[in-house]
């Protein structure tokens, strides 16, 4: 992966600060096995590809006003692939972990996870502790990856927790509502996604965010993800500018 560089990133005067931008934008990272495919060679070598990708994009939201950035890298179904790719994309989270680790918090990145652990190996959630504790204190783009997530599956979490809660009287059920529940899903800490973004032409979101992107915008890209480029998120980012959007509400 490129060098490290020590330049922050900073959101104070994005080149581009649309308010009307998308403040959270979350990306289905797919295509990347169709993309080594069409080279002729083995899916890890997108996923390698796919992964140098996400410095570009990471580096650029400040000039298109984006503050939250969710990217999509395994989900709780990925575990249906074969042996080979999936120790293949473990061990690809672990280099890209501790390879990135130093860019991203000399950069301003502040680095969360979201997903359920508990099936990581033991190494990989180290550093991925480490990484989210490198860079708590910054706050120039908060990046948040989706590793072994799965929609349901963080439903079903947060339900236990807050069933839990219950049992032991910490909450009543009369308080379980539209503000409470999502206190216990992993995201708890990041604003809903306005704009979702999937690569490779597919038109679905996989289980990606279901309850977070009740009225998030989405676009869907034929690119495949290791062709994403920054200046097709700006083109999105743009776009997204131009809808109206009403929650529900008529237009006034
Ligand atoms: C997305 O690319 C990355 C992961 C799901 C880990 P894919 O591996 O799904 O690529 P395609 O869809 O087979 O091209
Ligand atoms: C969604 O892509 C998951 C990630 C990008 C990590 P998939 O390739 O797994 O989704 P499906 O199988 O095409 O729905
Ligand atoms: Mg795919």
């Given at each position: 992966m490129a060098s490290v560089s020590n330049t922050s990133i900073d959101t104070a005067e994005p080149e581009e600060q649309a308010s009307s931008g998308p403040r959270h934008v979350a990306i289905i990272m797919d295509g990347n096995g169709r993309w080594a495919q069409a080279r002729g060679r083995p899916r890890l070598f997108g996923h390698h590809a796919g992964a140098r990708r996400v410095r570009e994009i990471v580096e650029c939201c400040p000039q298109y006003g984006v503050k939250y950035l969710t990217i999509f890298a395994f989900s709780t179904e990925n575990w249906k692939r074969t042996q080979v790719e999936i120790s293949g994309l473990m061990s690809l989270f672990r280099r890209y972990i501790s390879k990135e680790m130093k860019a991203l918090a000399l950069r301003n990145v502040r680095v969360r996870f979201i997903g359920?652990?508990?099936?990581?190996d033991a190494k990989l959630v180290q550093l991925m502790d480490e990484l989210e504790h490198e860079t708590?204190?910054?706050?120039?783009i908060h990046l948040t990856i989706a590793l072994n997530y799965g929609g349901r599956d963080e439903v079903a979490r947060a339900t236990k927790r807050l069933a839990q809660d219950v049992a032991s009287g910490?909450?009543?059920?009369?308080?379980?509502n539209e503000e409470t529940l999502?206190?216990?899903?992993?995201?708890?800490?990041l604003p809903d996604p306005d704009l979702v973004i999937r690569t490779s032409?597919?038109?679905?979101?996989?289980?990606?965010?279901l309850w977070q992107s009740a009225y998030a915008e989405y676009e869907f890209t034929d690119t495949l993800w290791p062709d994403f480029t920054s200046e097709e998120l700006g083109r999105l980012c743009r776009k997204f500018g131009s809808r109206e959007r009403r929650f529900g509400a008529v237009s006034t």
């Open positions: 359920d652990r508990l099936r990581l708590e204190a910054n706050e120039g910490q909450l009543s059920p009369e308080d379980v999502p206190r216990y899903l992993d995201t708890h800490v032409g597919e038109a679905r979101i996989s289980n990606f965010l």
